[in-house]
C-alpha cells in the first residue's frame, strides 16, 4: 500500500524561498553530472518515518533539476513511481510513502533521463539491475536514540586506576594456568610477556573516583570488559555470572592462607576460596557496581558490560573443576567428575568420569557452553541477559563477546540471540546489544538479534590500513595500502552493506582495544609483537600528527567513536597483552589529551556527526574527503596523510551547499599547526579551496 506526502515538498519551498531572499545561487555554467548528484541513504532525511503509522516510510531520493523524467523505487521486486516533491538549487527531490508489512524490504531507485536507465543501489551508480547491494530496512526495527553516535569509552579494569588496595590480588593469592598469580606494585610497568595471571589494581572504586574526568573528557558511555567473578586480569573467563569479582568489587570478609610455593592445588587457596564465593563479599561487590552505575547516570554517562556466553572459565561454579566451591558448603556440587551434578548438562564432556570436555579453541580454562542440551542453562542466561540491565543495577546495554561462536550450530545461534533480544529489551527497551563479530553481521543486525557490533569492516580495517599500512595486529605492513585513497573508500562502501542504517549509526567505532595494537603505535608502521622485538619498540617512530588524524576521522565517520582507555593520554602498545598497559595517570600526553577532548566537544556540538548522511567527496594519494550532511547542516571532512602541504578542491556542492555560502572551519591541525578558531571559507563553482600542511586533517561546516 502506498500513499503520497507533501511535507517534504513543503520543507523545500520554504528553504527555496529563504535562498532567493538571500540571492543564494550555483554557477550554472559548471557541468555537475546527474550521477554525481544522485543519493540516497537510511538517514531521516531520505528514509522518513511518516507519522501515518508506525511502519510507513518516505523514500527520498535526490536527483539533479530537470534532468530526471521519471523516478522508480523497487521495492520488493514491485516497482513504484516517485513524485516530485520540489526543487532546491540544482537538487530535484522524488519522493514515495509506502506502508510496509512486517516483512524485510529491499529496495533500490530507478532513473530514467534522456533516453538513458540509471539505477542506484547502496553501492552508488550503476548501470545494470541491483542484485546483493540493494538498500534493507527491517520495519519497525529500531536501536536505542542515545547510542546513536555516542561517545563511548572502553575500560580494562585491572589497568585503569586503583580505588581501593584491600581488595589487591596478592602475591601467591592461587594459581592460574600452572602459574601463582602476581600482585604487580609498579604501576607503570609494562607487561610481560606472560600477563594474564599479573594484577594491577584497577577496580571500580577507582572508576567512580575518576568520574569527572569522564565527564571532561565528553564521554557519554563506560564500556567495562568483564568485571564477573573471574581468575584471569582479563575476565574472559567466568567464575560467577551473578557476582562481580569482589577483586574490583568490594571485600568485606577476608582471610586465609595463600598458596604456598610450589603448591598450585587451589583447594589450598583458602584466601581465594573466601574472597570469590563469600556471599558477604559478592553482594557488597554488586552494590558497588550499583552505586557505580547511579554516579555514571547522574552524569548522563550511560554503562555497558560485557556478556561472555559462548564459553565460561574453568573455574566457573557450574564446573568447579579447582574443587573449591564445594568447601564453601553453600553451592550446589560442581559438574567436573560428578556426573550427578545439576550442571552436567551444561557442559559437553566426551568421558564417563566427566573429566574431559570440550574447550572453546581446545582450551580446557574456557569450557565451551553446552546450550542445545540444556534448556535449563539457557534459561540461566535469560536471566543473566535481565538482571543486570534492571533494576538496581540498570546497565544500559550488553557488549557480546564472540557471539557468533555460541551453540554449536548457525541455526540455533540466531535462536538464542532472538531470544535474548526479547528477554532484554523487555526488562529495558532502551538497552543497547552490540556484538563482537568479525567478518560480515549482517545475518544477526536483521532487527531480531543484535543492534550493533564492533564496528572492524567499516571502520578500524580501513581507517588503520590507509593510515599506517598495517593491521590491527602490527602483523602485517603493506605499502600497497598506505594512502590507497581508492582502497579506503571502496572498503568502506563495501562493508557497509553489512549494516542497516541504524546499526551503522551506533556502531562501536575503536582505534584501539583490548584485542588488537594500540593505534598510537600503528602509526610507526612497523610489524611486531611485544615477544618478539619487545614492548619498547612499540613507541619508536611513533607520529603523533597521523594518531590526530585517525581521532578525526573516529568523530566524523557514521558510528559511535569509542576510546580505548589511554589512548587520549598517549598510550602505546603492540597487540595484547601489550595494549593492557595501565593508564599513565601523571604521565599523560597533554597535548594529545587536550586534542581529544577538542574533538570529542565538536563531534557533540554537530548532531550532523551523530545522525548525517555520509558520502565520499575526493580522493587522491595520501588524501581523503568526505562529507556528513542533513537538511540543517553540512560538514566537510579533509584528511593529508601525506608528509607535504596540500591544495585540493573539495566538491561541496554534493552536501547541498551552495555558491556564496561561507563555510566555517572549525578545525585545522597538522605538522606545522593546530588551529580550532573559526575561519570563513566562501563556497565558489561548488567547491571550496582548501590548504593543509603534512599529515593534517581539516573540518569544514556550513549551518
Known sequence: MRVFSRQLGEKLQKKIKRNEKMDIHYNSNINWTLEES?????????????????????????????????????????EFDMDSAGVDGIFEYFELTFEAEDELLRYYFKIESEGRTLYY??????????????????????VPEWAKGAVMYQV?????????????????????????????????????????????????QGVIDKMDYFQKLGIEVIYFNPIFVSPSNHKYDTQDYDHVDPHIGKILKDGGMNLADGDLNNRNAGRYIMRTTHRENLTASNRLFAKLVREAHKRNIKVIIDGVFNHCGSFNKWLDKEGFYHLNGSYKPGAYGNKDSSYDSFFKFFDDNNTVYEGWWGFDTLPKLNYEESQKLCDYIMKIGAKWVSEPYNVDGWRLDVAADLGHSEEFNHKFWKRFRRVVKKANPNAIILAEHYGSPKPWLMGDQWDTVMNYDAFMEPVTWFLTGVDKHSDNYNPDLKGNARVFFDSMRYNMLNFQTNSMLCAMNQLSNHDHSRFLTRTN????????VGPEAASLGINKHIMKEAVVMQMTLPGAPTLYYGDEAGLCGWTDPDNRRTYPWGREDLDLLEFHRDVIAIHKQNKVFRTGAYIPLYENKDVISYGRFSRDSKAAIIINNSGDRIEVKIPVWRLGVEDGINMKRILLCDKEQYNIGAVDKSVTGGEISVTIGPFGAAIYISK
Open 156 to 204: 580494562y579494569v585491572d589497568r585503569f586506576y586503583s580505588g581501593d588496595r584491600l581488595n589487591d590480588v596478592q602475591d601467591n593469592e592461587y594459581a592460574y594456568i600452572g602459574e601463582h598469580v602476581k600482585k604487580i606494585n609498579d604501576w607503570y610497568k609494562l607487561p610481560d610477556a606472560r600477563d594474564v595471571f599479573n594484577f594491577y589494581g584497577g577496580d571500580l
Open 121 to 142: 543501489d547502496k553501492l552508488g551508480v550503476n548501470y545494470n539491475v541491483p542484485d546483493g547491494s540493494r538498500f534493507e530496512l527491517t520495519p519497525g526495527f529500531d
Open 525 to 532: 608502521s612497523m610489524v611486531g609483537r611485544t615477544a618478539t
Open 38 to 78: 544522485l543519493f540516497h541513504d537510511g538517514t531521516s532525511d531520505f528514509c522518513i518515518v511518516s507519522p501515518e503509522g508506525e511502519n510507513t516510510y518516505t523514500f527520498v531520493l535526490r536527483t539533479m533539476s530537470g534532468k530526471v523524467d521519471r523516478a522508480v523505487i523497487s521495492i520488493n521486486d514491485e
